[in-house]
């Protein structure tokens, strides 16, 4: 069996690998580089040059030539090898006739449990958001700010003790709303500098969140740590960083107390696999990243059913509309999707990744550019959001 074609899909906010093999298999998967999706697509273009010709099921073989085989490598080229290495997972399971996660070792569990988003502009809305989620089942909850979802059109001017006291009472309003049923995730969306972070989140220590995500903008580890040390919450962050070098550095520095690893920018299953392994040897639980389709839900899924060092999995709502047509949802994309029932997803025994693109998505659903946004303080400076 031997590839013969590469190929990127664009669609709607998506970006996908597609991998046919002269015998009819196909696999698919998807790049995380949302915002810088044109370059990802041309660099999955770019490697089929490359992998034309090669047996798919080297996955491990050709992952290294193509992490290695660049001077560069940054979000969009992990991006595209993210893609192809589930494709080419794909194609080894339906090759197998198995499930991916029985390729990697078989299962941990028997089922995943996932935390579903919440988004509000207003305190009534976030209330109102978290109840909805546990009317649905869910034991977990996420992408609670408690900045709320401000617009970046909307110029920020609040003195600190005025964010920092509307900020406390709000986690305080997602606790009284869901009772200890349900785990908090907060999300300060790197919306904070250290000395803030530190002071916000002791201030809400008392409704005992499952973890604080992104509490300061990435990149410099040693803050990082700093916020680590002096907090009483467990810290998650990672989603930012593309590779088992950037995640080992994270570790060592002791600047996370959970690992936050996006699939779809690290390298796929391959590279995600590899950074749980780090991860365990720092008992450091994994909680990965993910905003995006169906697609990247199914590697996840198969992801998590084979680590043992799983906290919990993101799970954004399958039912939410597609950025270009309101009127579809994400799960129009795909011909099938993993459903989510009191707050776990079982992964069916379908060989490969379990679902597909619908035919002919990219004509049906257009790609949408993401436009270039960033938010300025009331003086005119840039603010992180």
């Not at 696999?27 to 047996?55: H, M, P, R, T």
């Not at 992490?67 to 794909?90: E, K, N, P, T």
């Not at 088992?244 to 936050?260: G, H, N, P, S």
């Not at 390298?267 to 040897?281: D, F, P, Q, V, Y």
């Amino acid at each position: 069996m031997k590839i013969e074609k590469v190929e990127a899909i664009r669609t709607d906010r998506y970006c996908y690998a597609r991998v046919t093999t002269d015998t009819g298999l196909t696999g698919i998967g998807e790049s995380g580089s949302f915002g810088a999706l044109e370059a990802s697509a041309a660099q999955i273009n770019n490697f089929a040059s490359f992998l034309v010709g090669k047996d798919p099921l080297d996955i491990e073989h050709l992952w290294q030539a193509m992490f290695r085989g660049f001077f560069f490598r940054g979000s969009s080229v992990m991006g595209a090898i993210s893609a192809i290495d589930v494709a080419l997972w794909d194609i080894a399971g339906k090759y197998y006739g198995v499930p991916i996660y029985r390729l990697l070792g078989g299962k941990c569990r028997d089922k995943v449990r996932v935390y579903s988003h919440v988004f509000a502009k207003t305190d009534e809305e976030m209330v109102n958001n978290c109840r909805k989620r546990r009317e649905q089942g869910y034991t977990a909850v996420g992408h609670l700010s408690p900045f709320l979802d401000e617009p970046v059109s909307m110029p920020y001017e609040k003195t600190h003790v005025k964010n920092i006291e509307e900020s406390i009472r709000r986690v305080h309003l997602m606790r009284e709303a869901v009772g200890d049923d349900i785990d908090l995730c907060i999300e300060l969306h790197r919306r904070s500098l250290p000395g803030e972070a530190v002071v916000l989140i002791n201030e809400i220590e008392d409704t005992h969140p499952l973890f604080v995500e992104d509490p300061i903008p990435p990149g410099n580890n040693d803050a990082m740590a700093y916020v680590v040390s002096k907090s009483r919450i467990p810290i998650a962050t990672g989603e930012r960083l593309h590779t088992i070098f950037e995640f080992q550095d994270l570790l060592d520095k002791k600047a996370t107390d959970y690992v936050r690893v996006s699939l779809t920018t690290v390298g796929g299953i391959t590279g995600a696999r590899k950074i749980a392994a780090l991860a365990e040897t720092k008992m450091c639980p994994i909680v990965p990243h993910n905003p995006l389709s169906p697609v990247c839900t199914a590697a996840e899924m198969q992801f998590c059913m084979s680590i043992d060092n799983l906290l919990i999995c993101e799970y954004p709502d399958p039912d939410g509309p597609l950025m270009g047509n309101r009127a579809a949802r994400k799960s129009d994309l795909v011909t099938d999707y993993f459903k989510a029932e009191n707050g776990y997803v079982t992964v069916p025994e379908t060989p490969g990744l379990g679902i597909d693109l619908v035919e002919g998505v990219e004509e049906k659903y257009p790609a949408v550019e993401f436009p270039v946004m960033c938010r300025l303080n009331g003086d005119g400076s840039i603010r992180d959001q």
